[in-house]
DNA sequence: TCCGCTTCCACATTTGAACCGT
DNA sequence: AACGGTTCAAATGTGGAAGCGG
């Protein structure tokens, strides 16, 4: 585990990460900030994203780099912690299903991305320890790209083929939970698996908008909140793990992925070897298609999962099976009197519906009046609209497919902030970079 | 025009939430 | 209120067609 002080020793123990707070100095060209408001929007119903947290004491004008991200996919062992960029003296944050990701990483991981959106799988899925249980926190998530480059499948293995696309902008996933006490937080993993990623650039939904062919991280980014709504800041941390950097596509590349993702995602069970769309009865349905109408044999392979059958699943592992995230808990869990996040794993985000699917279209967008969430860690059943930020006329400065900056950057850069808050569950345009 | 790469869409299947009746 | 059955939306990868560029 690396500890946020050594990985940023300039960041030191009395500084939080955080927006420039009234009449504190920046260095934001107000000019660049100014590019970030709305511009039908009145200045205070901005006042409703990241309220009430706790004043920085001392706001940075510039972030400090991450360490390098791991080269190529497969190439190297993961380091078994997350890099952090962190102002949460204590907090840490771990992989809860490091060994899937691992797996998924051995072959270089992929991620289908639509225009409808597809989740990730597998999803990020943390625990976290070292919060103040008292205290408030958001919990976010977003998805950088790693480096400049466009990736190509070779047959074997990927390789960099040419210049990246132009960046897109940036949206954060905000966890429904959020925010929620550190008592919440830690008292079971916070999944990520409803976060939804598509190439759609006018994606009205608000999912993570990503390139394909790119290679991406993904990032958790903690949030102390005191209250839902307030101008101040007070402190953020940054968690990356190397093992779930992934490349998006639209259609999978390495037939071993494909494997992968049938043998671990329970949606897919149906392609396994015993299921009833795996190839060999895909191949018997086209057969009789042609051959035309006859007597339908398939129950004679039964549910599927008789072992000993035609069709034997030699790709259901035990990791899977053991793995909370492809098994999913049983309904009575779900049905059970659970705490707000999910006694029960990610079964308590059930209760937050559409939450985790991000705004729903029928909601106004740029809500300014988030309801108030009394402390019980609850959120309100339906999140509101996510938000885009466009570029202002001073220009973002940052060129295309940049390198991976930290999240905090947008407000160690001084601004635009306070940001409006999307609500939980939904997701946060933070972006900064021109789009074409 | 051809070819290769990439994207899109319909499809069958599985899962789980919602609904309804008992 | 609890339980069980049914319905339906959402999720999955597949495979072929379409689009695009060289």
Known sequence: ???????????????????????????????????????????????????????????????????????????????????????????????????????????????????????????????????????RYLFLLDVVPVDGARYRWQGRRWEPSGKAEPRLPDRVYI???????????????????????????????????????HKYQPRIHLVRAAQLCSQHWGGVASFRFPETTFISVTAYQNPRITQLKIAANPFAKGFRENGRNCKRERDA????????????????????????GPCD????????????EQVPAPREAAQAPAPPCGGSSAEAYLLHPAAFHGAPSHLPTRNPSFPEAADSGRPAPYSAAFLELQPGPGGSG??????????????????????????????????????Y
């Open 1 to 135: 585990m690396y500890h946020p002080r050594e990985l940023y020793p300039s960041l030191g123990t009395g500084c939080c990460l955080g927006p420039p707070q009234p009449g504190a100095d920046s260095s934001f060209p107000p000019a660049l900030a100014e590019g970030y408001r709305y511009p039908d929007l009145d200045t205070p119903k901005l006042d409703c994203f990241l309220s009430g947290i706790e004043a920085a004491p001392c706001p940075l004008a510039a972030p400090p780099p991450l360490p390098p991200l791991p080269p190529a996919l497969g190439t190297e062992p993961a380091p078994p912690a997350p890099d952090a960029l962190h102002s949460l003296p204590g907090v840490s944050l771990s992989l809860e299903n490091r060994e899937l990701w691992k797996e998924f990483n051995s072959v270089g991981t992929e991620m289908i991305i639509t225009k409808a959106g597809r989740r990730m799988f597998p999803a990020c899925r943390i625990s976290v320890t070292g919060l103040d249980p008292e205290a």
């Open 175 to 213: 966890h429904p939970d959020s925010p929620a006490t550190g008592a919440h937080w830690m008292r079971q993993p916070v999944s990520f698996h409803r976060v939804k990623l598509t190439n759609s650039t006018l994606d009205p939904h608000g999912h993570l908008i990503l390139h394909s062919m």
């Open 285 to 308: 349905r086209v057969k009789r298609k042609l051959r035309g109408p006859e007597p339908v044999a398939t129950e004679a392979y039964g549910s599927g999962d008789a072992p000993g």
């Open 313 to 324: 699943s030699t790709l259901g592992g035990d990791v899977r099976e053991s793995d909370p």
């Open 398 to 435: 940052y060129p295309a497919a940049a390198p991976p900056a930290p999240f905090a950057s947008h407000f160690l850069q001084g601004g635009p902030f306070p940001l409006p808050y999307p609500g939980p569950g939904a997701y946060l345009d933070v972006g900064s970079k021109p789009m």
